[in-house]
């Protein structure tokens, strides 16, 4: 077994299919990428449960041993997003108002992980509540990108991403709210999958904006995505929002080809702002899907592509939905607690040193939002410009299966460089908000590097449920630029 890496090149199916034959065992795989992990520190983790992934190894091993029948991971060493609940592990959402959580219960995508085998490692590094573009935002310190140490991950599940690409863990979960899975995907040259909202269930995933967050799988090929994917998927009653959707044979769909596809590229998203070398990566993309029997039109999404609107809309419902949720901090039942002479102190001096600034500047923001008197201007209004990009999305997927656009308009940025401009930090999200707002899926498929060598990401989006036909595309980039 290699020792500086978690079985380069090797597939998650490849792996199981070798822990049932016995050509691998499951412990030290486990210990291999533990082993990593401390090698190539990236501030990628925030808790790692040596101990437990050790444990469940043991556990498939055994099975392994027994002839019994093993789930689709089994074995598989992968980290969860710290905004995922498990059962007995530290939970913080990267905040120091929940630095010493413990949880009594796992999420359902957790339960499911752990039903199907998987090895979970610990918890990832991210920024604080989700709420971020550049996983700098946390009470633990900024991950750093594998690509260069001196650059971000993108946000805000930063720590996701970038265990991936330094091979820390084979897969992992994070969640997008407005771009946190497929960002952090683009700038460290994996693959990273949002799923319709409703696919997966977000039961004990700690809630930044309600209507927006989906937790997804980040991998370092798509059709391991596809995999992970398919384990999370499906209906939870313990979700009112979990759709009754049946759920496909997601890798199989990697193997479908892209011959008959329309695939739109909105104009919108090609306009000013985009990096040359950016735009260069993304049509070398979409010439390879064009290539292998793709047709290619040009289409319109003027609401949903229009910063004014897509940007605008979206930190008014986020926020919004962000003041409401994180209400429940208040230091009474859990978390951190500032000791004050009467309740309000408490309250606010909990608040005040619990949560960082970019958590206070998007809770104030949202209860302005909220207000008597400012309610219809903003959060009505915001709530009137998503059905019109919800529109926009609609119309599109009438003349072609799929939309193809950049994930960014640049690659990752140096760290500290966006921190002191928050309008500039927010703009990194320009082609990805507007997803979130009509709850369809997206996914980031790396399509080349910037003359620095930087990843860049390809972002391919369907249509509501639409996941197999997103993956189908993804998969044909990958093949024919790996």
Do not use: W
């Not at 592509?305 to 419902?317: L, R």
């Not at 609609?394 to 640049?410: G, K, N």
């Not at 399509?447 to 989006?461: D, F, N």
Request: contains cysteine.
């Amino acid at each position: 077994m290699p020792d500086d890496a978690v079985f380069p090149g090797q597939t998650a199916r490849g792996l199981t299919d070798g822990i049932r034959t016995g050509a691998h065992a499951a412990r030290e795989i486990t210990k291999t990428a533990l082993a990593h992990i401390q090698r190539t520190d990236l501030n990628a983790f925030i808790t790692i449960d040596e101990e437990g992934a050790l444990k469940a190894a043991d556990v498939v091993d055994q099975k392994a041993a027994a002839g019994a029948p093993l789930g689709p991971l089994a074995g598989i060493p992968i980290a969860l997003k710290d905004v995922l609940c498990t059962k007995g592990l530290r939970t913080t959402c990267a905040s120091k108002i929940l630095a010493n959580f413990i949880p009594p219960y796992d999420a359902t995508a957790v339960t499911r992980l752990r039903r199907a085998d998987a090895i979970i490692l610990g918890k990832l590094n991210m920024d604080e509540f989700a709420m971020g573009s550049s996983s700098e935002n946390s009470h633990f310190g900024a991950v750093k990108n594998p690509r260069d140490p001196t650059r971000v991950t993108g946000g805000s599940s930063g720590g996701s991403a970038a265990a991936v690409a330094a091979d820390q863990a084979f897969m992992t979960l994070g969640s997008d709210t407005g771009g946190s899975i497929r960002l952090p995907a683009s700038f460290c040259g994996v693959v990273g999958l949002k799923p319709t909202y409703g696919r997966v269930s977000r039961y004990g995933l700690i809630a930044y904006a309600s209507s927006l967050d989906q937790i997804g799988p980040f991998a370092r090929s798509v059709e391991d995505a596809a995999l992970l994917l398919r384990v999370i998927a499906g209906h939870d009653p313990r979700d009112s929002t979990s759709a009754r959707v049946p759920v496909p044979d997601y890798p199989s769909a990697c193997q479908k080809g892209v011959e008959g596809l329309t695939i739109g590229l909105p104009e919108e998203f090609f306009g000013e702002g985009l990096q040359p070398d950016v735009r260069h990566a993304v049509m070398q993309g979409v010439e390879i899907l064009e290539k292998n029997g793709a047709c290619i039109r040009e289409i319109s999404l003027p609401i949903a592509g229009h910063p004014s609107y897509a940007i605008a809309a979206y930190y008014i419902v986020a926020t919004a939905e962000a003041s409401s949720n994180l209400s429940r901090y208040d230091g009474v039942k859990y978390g951190f607690r500032d000791e004050a002479k009467n309740l309000i102190d408490m309250y606010v001096q909990t608040r005040s040193k619990g949560f960082g600034a970019e958590v206070k500047r998007r809770i104030m923001l949202g209860t302005y939002a909220l207000s008597a008197g400012y309610y219809d201007a903003y959060y009505r209004k915001a709530q009137q410009v998503r059905t019109l990009i919800c529109r926009d999305f609609a119309r599109a997927y009438e003349t072609c299966d799929l939309i193809a656009s950049p994930v960014s308009p640049t690659p990752a940025f140096k760290l500290g460089e966006k921190l002191r401009d928050p309008l500039q930090m927010y703009l990194s999200d320009i082609y990805t908000v507007s997803v979130n707002l009509a709850g369809i899926p997206g996914i980031s498929v790396p399509c080349g590097t910037s003359p620095a060598g930087l990843p860049i990401g390809l972002q391919l989006l369907g249509d509501a449920f639409a996941e197999e036909t997103i993956l189908r595309a993804a998969a044909v980039v990958e093949r024919e630029l790996a």
